[in-house]
């Protein structure tokens, strides 16, 4: 197998000959997914980094890779003897890939990315760049190709249609009203290309991304049309039945590019330049007039319907006995025999399998002892792994895809002795997620409004967390999903929405000590109505997560009686929802883990 630097020579090698000073790769497919399918990913393949979020810009002479802060430290392993210089994303004194490349390029330099791989949001701040350097821009290059000879092919499997009983709207439905969104914009047709949408719009789900049940698909919605590009083995006779009683147009995955440049457009088309790649939008705008805004879907799917709720409550219920379990399990062997972060991950995964309508994880399990939690997103491995010891904590980040919902889940278990500082920090971040379950706020707040809730606990004492702290969920589909998230720092492009009643987020403040520990407390919570007055309308949340927080982790002298009194309202009801489930010493241990505690 050819080291990361021999790659590297071989793609500079090829933009010797294609006269390429500048090659920049993302991380994202043809959909501008998150996550992607093997065939995906070239990042990976030319830099041995796996985040989800890397570009990397190649020159002659150095290459450089931007990710963000959930990636910092396992980046900066994973680029160690590469030659591939880490810049940590939005932190003092790193320059953005904007930056870079304004510095770099010049009249007679040429910059080259894939074009079907950059959404057209990011790309055209890339051609302004070059056009304003005077730099030539080429798009139509794959930079894998004649250099990653055993690329694996394109994902395929078998679509599954869902129920109207278990989406709680036909497809028809569905269609109806994202054609009325078509129509007050005065438009003739929506291109999507996000499949997370696409699957969400048809009620069909896959399984061509790891842990994400989707197939790989464009749709063209038009006014009296519905035209889907999908891979002919992923048709079965059942789907094939569906869509001709539905009027759906099948066509090949691969011929979207060339329905576009060959459809006789006869208004306006609709899309979203964040959702589509680069490429497609030229197409689209070179054949007629636009309309740029962002897709109807996306706000439509990230409001749960009451069915879809039903099904949620249901799987996260079933979902939180399995962590119980789990978290019962740990604290019984923990000292009388030996766990790893991969056994861990094991146990819980086995547990989690034999919940009715289990489909898959909805990522990989995180396991993570000691000091690799202060890597947000560690994956051991049967080559790198931690034994868990009786100090510290053991972290365990997971979830379920079950046909019913997408669960996500953390909790933070103390193995044994704890330093005074594990035990504030840790503290702090119980506090910080029971600040922000508990919140009420007016509706039209924002995630950038809510973030605060969660980090001012831990911003009383100069800490901070260096992610995020809530993103949406799909209902069997994508564990991160839009446009609503929590979060206080926002950067060109990324999306901001109004929380809305039906709305389902993560609430998972933390913090990481490179090289000691690191402390993440995740529940799932629900968009409810609290009340309307004479001042407004006001919206709190509902916990769908029912997980003790390891009371033998607390220092109560970091705890106001408020928090104390949310912590024991929040186990009472922990202890209400999972006891039912859970019989002898399962159940002793839950009485004592959900006990209610006092300052003192």
Known sequence: MDSIKVRLEKLREKMRRENIDYFLIGSSDYHASEYVGDFFKVSEYFSGCTSDNVKLVVGQDNARLWTDGRYFISAARELNGTGIELMKSDEPGVPRVVDYLEEVLCEGKTLAFDGLTINALTGAVYRKIAEKKGAVLVTDLDPADGIWTDRPELSKHKVMLLEDSLTGESFQGKLERVREVIRRNKAEGLMLCKIDDICWLFNIRGGDITCNPVALTYAFIGLDTVDLFIQEEERTKEFDAWVAKNGICVRPYGS???????????????????????????????????????????IMKAVKNPVEIMHLKKAYLLDSVCLCRFIYWFKSNIGKTEITELSAAEYLDGLRSKIPGFLDLSFPTISAYGANAAMAHY???????????????????????????????????????LTADEKRDFTLVAVSNLNLMNAKFRHGVTGRFLDAYARAPLWEYGIDYNHGTGHGIGYILNVHEGPHNIRWRFLPGQKEAVFEPGMIVSDEPGVYIEGKYGIRTESIVLTVEDETNSFGRFLRFEPLTYAPIDLDAIDFSYMQPKDIERLNAYHALVWEKIAPYLEGEELKWLREATREVKRG
């Not at 589509?276 to 054949?287: C, E, G, Q, T, Y």
């Not at 868990?388 to 909790?411: A, I, K, P």
């Open 256 to 298: 979207v590019t060339e329905f576009l440049r060959t459809y006789t457009f006869s208004g306006s088309c609709m899309f979203e330049p964040g959702a589509v790649s680069f490429s497609i939008a030229d197409i689209l705008r070179k054949r007629t007039a636009t309309v740029e805004k962002v897709n109807p879907t996306e």
């Open 379 to 417: 994956s051991a491995t049967a080559e790198n792994y931690s034994v868990v010891e009786q100090r510290g904590f053991l972290l365990v980040d997971s979830g379920g895809q079950y046909l019913g919902g997408t669960t996500d889940v953390t909790r933070t278990m103390k193995a044994g002795e």
